[in-house]
């Protein structure tokens, strides 16, 4: 089975952190790019940073520059979004997605995480 479980989602104060994962299942993350996306109620899904496996190199939205770290640990098949300085603009369903190539653009995508939600409220 080919499966992506994200967690980590929550809700929490302006200027608080959460740090989101995704783990693989019946695939090897090493392989794949692996893309952070975001979902608002009204708001079209937009990426949020992606990581290529097999290098390493990384992305990230404007709006997610300065602020937000993803990585990965082969070992596990997991990889992380470390959210910092987080604003109420920062609410959504985060999702994970597996992808051939590097890419901000979600239809170029494969496979999906049933998503997490982050609510950044005070």
């Known amino acids: 089975q080919l499966q992506l479980v994200e967690s980590g989602g929550g809700k929490v104060q302006p200027g608080g952190s959460l740090r989101l994962s995704c783990t693989a299942s019946g695939l090897s993350l090493n392989q794949y790019v692996i893309g952070w996306f975001r979902q608002a109620p009204g708001r079209e899904r937009e990426g949020v940073s992606w990581?290529?496996?097999?290098?390493?190199?990384?992305d990230y939205a404007d709006s997610a520059k300065g602020r937000f770290t993803i990585s990965k640990n082969n070992a596990k098949n997991t990889v992380y979004l470390q959210m910092n300085s987080l604003k109420p603009e920062d609410t959504a369903v985060y999702y994970c997605a597996v992808g051939p190539y590097s890419t901000m653009t979600w239809p170029d995508y494969e496979i999906w995480g049933q998503g997490t939600q982050v609510t950044v409220s005070s």
């Open positions: 990581i290529n496996g097999n290098a390493g190199v990384t």
